[in-house]
């Protein structure tokens, strides 16, 4: 699976993005989705994560409420909607795969990764 991040750029804090992220190579639909950041500095940080079929999800506690991610396995293409962004939340962004069904937080169970795309949010 190949997988191509796009959507991130400089917003201001209490903004919105949308990030996404476009898949190809095989059956996107079979696997759970997942987006991760890391910002300079820091460790890789789980952002949230979307089952195969789109209907169950999962998300960082302190993403609760402001981020929300989704699927559409028709366009192969998942996405991330962020609102009421925080400098805090600057950071590369970076979505993966894994053959898991469901969805999960741990990166060691992403298979595969896209290139990521950089979140900048000014104060």
């Known amino acids: 699976v190949q997988l191509q991040a796009s959507g991130g750029g400089l917003v201001q804090a209490g903004g919105s993005l949308r990030l996404s992220c476009a898949a190809s190579g095989r059956t996107f639909s079979g696997y759970a989705m997942g987006w991760f950041r890391q910002a300079p500095g820091k460790e890789r940080e789980f952002v949230a994560s979307?089952?195969?079929?789109?209907?169950?999800?999962d998300h960082a506690d302190s993403m609760k409420g402001r981020f929300t991610i989704s699927r559409d396995n028709a366009r192969n293409t998942v996405y991330l909607q962020m609102n009421n962004l925080k400098p805090e939340d600057t950071a590369v962004y970076f979505c993966a795969a894994t053959t898991r069904m469901l969805p999960t937080g741990d990166h060691v169970n992403y298979h595969y990764w896209g290139q990521g795309t950089l979140v900048t949010v000014s104060s």
């Open positions: 979307i089952s195969w079929s789109g209907g169950s999800t």
